[in-house]
């Protein structure tokens, strides 16, 4: 056949080009005569009225070719694009996997960090205990003049302290070493130093922070004297916010004191305000 044979030569072309082929092919072949068309009711129509049909067919199926080529450059794009996703797809599930290892390994970091914050407060608090517990036996003073300790400072603290304080000391006082704090200013005169001294024995340091929470400032020469307990810089920066609520702490105290009677004042031997400050340390 024909068409078998132009197939064959073709067989490389796609087949919708191969039909297309064949249909003009069929349309280029002369058209049966009347002559030659059995004796028919429909074959009795003219040549002539024939013509306009095949035409049309023609301009039909040469369109729908145009069409279908237009047909094969889309398909062809979309199979690139196709391929180029599934290609897309398959890089991404080989580097999946890894991402999500990569993302246990951080998961992993980041719980070990936790824990070693956790541990590094942990040590940081049992540092600030240890420096304050290595501080328990030092005093500061505020308020002694520049140079009235004279050569001395341990024999001018040990006679000026019992007079200051009021309070005898058996064994007498003893210092493993006081001494100005910081270095001279050129307003010291108006802002003395303070002082702080290192008492040999923890109970008689006890003492005088005790005598500064219960009566306060001490007078020297019409100089008022202050003492106050050696702390670590965490813990003075702890105690220096807790500060702006003494007032209001002792507001509080004063209602319930008019509040209770005379018994339940008593009780009371504890004011709020030592108990807020004894809970700073």
Same mark, same amino acid.
């Given at each position: 056949? /024909?068409?078998?044979?132009?197939?064959?030569?073709?067989?490389?072309?796609?087949?919708?080009?191969?039909?297309?082929?064949?249909?003009?092919?069929?349309?280029?072949?002369?058209?049966?005569?009347?002559?030659?068309?059995?004796?028919?009711?429909?074959?009795?129509?003219?040549?002539?009225?024939?013509?306009?049909?095949?035409?049309?067919?023609?301009?039909?199926?040469?369109?729908?070719?145009?069409?279908?080529?237009?047909?094969?450059?889309?398909?062809?794009?979309?199979?690139?694009?196709? %391929?180029?996703?599934?290609?897309? *797809?398959?890089?991404?599930?080989?580097?999946?996997?890894?991402?999500?290892?990569?993302?246990?390994?951080?998961?992993?970091?980041?719980?070990?960090?936790?824990?070693?914050?956790?541990?590094?407060?942990?040590?940081?608090? %049992?540092?600030?205990?240890?420096?304050?517990?290595?501080?328990?036996?030092?005093?500061?003073?505020?308020?002694?003049?520049?140079?009235?300790?004279?050569?001395?400072?341990?024999?001018?603290?040990?006679?000026?302290?019992?007079?200051?304080?009021?309070?005898?000391?058996?064994?007498?006082?003893?210092?493993?070493?006081?001494?100005?704090?910081?270095?001279?200013?050129?307003?010291?005169?108006?802002?003395?130093?303070?002082?702080?001294?290192?008492?040999?024995?923890?109970?008689?340091?006890?003492?005088? *922070?005790?005598?500064?929470?219960?009566?306060?400032?001490?007078?020297?020469?019409?100089?008022?004297?202050?003492?106050?307990?050696?702390?670590?810089?965490?813990? +003075?920066?702890?105690?220096?916010?807790?500060?702006?609520?003494? /007032?209001?702490?002792?507001?509080?105290?004063?209602?319930?004191?008019?509040?209770?009677?005379?018994?339940?004042?008593?009780?009371? +031997?504890?004011?709020?305000?030592?108990?807020?400050?004894?809970?700073?340390?």
């Amino acid at each position: 056949m /024909p068409g078998v044979r132009s197939s064959n030569k073709n067989s490389g072309k796609p087949l919708r080009q191969l039909l297309f082929s064949e249909a003009l092919l069929q349309m280029k072949r002369p058209l049966p005569t009347s002559a030659a068309l059995p004796p028919a009711k429909h074959h009795v129509m003219a040549d002539s009225a024939l013509e306009p049909t095949s035409d049309r067919i023609l301009q039909e199926i040469l369109a729908v070719g145009r069409r279908l080529e237009g047909m094969d450059g889309a398909m062809a794009s979309l199979t690139a694009e196709t %391929k180029s996703t599934r290609m897309d *797809i398959a890089s991404f599930q080989t580097h999946v996997p890894g991402l999500e290892q990569g993302m246990t390994t951080v998961e992993a970091q980041a719980a070990s960090f936790q824990d070693r914050d956790q541990a590094l407060l942990f040590l940081c608090s %049992k540092l600030t205990y240890l420096e304050d517990r290595r501080r328990r036996d030092n005093v500061r003073f505020l308020g002694f003049p520049e140079n009235i300790e004279g050569e001395d400072i341990h024999i001018f603290l040990q006679e000026a302290l019992p007079k200051l304080t009021g309070i005898t000391f058996d064994p007498p006082l003893k210092f493993q070493r006081a001494h100005r704090l910081g270095s001279r200013r050129p307003d010291t005169d108006t802002y003395p130093r303070p002082i702080i001294a290192c008492l040999l024995r923890h109970t008689q340091a006890r003492q005088l *922070i005790q005598r500064a929470r219960t009566q306060g400032p001490c007078q020297l020469d019409g100089h008022s004297i202050r003492m106050s307990a050696d702390f670590s810089k965490e813990t +003075s920066e702890r105690r220096r916010a807790f500060l702006a609520l003494c /007032p209001r702490l002792r507001q509080i105290e004063a209602i319930l004191l008019r509040s209770l009677d005379h018994t339940m004042q008593g009780m009371l +031997s504890v004011s709020l305000v030592h108990m807020a400050y004894l809970s700073a340390y």
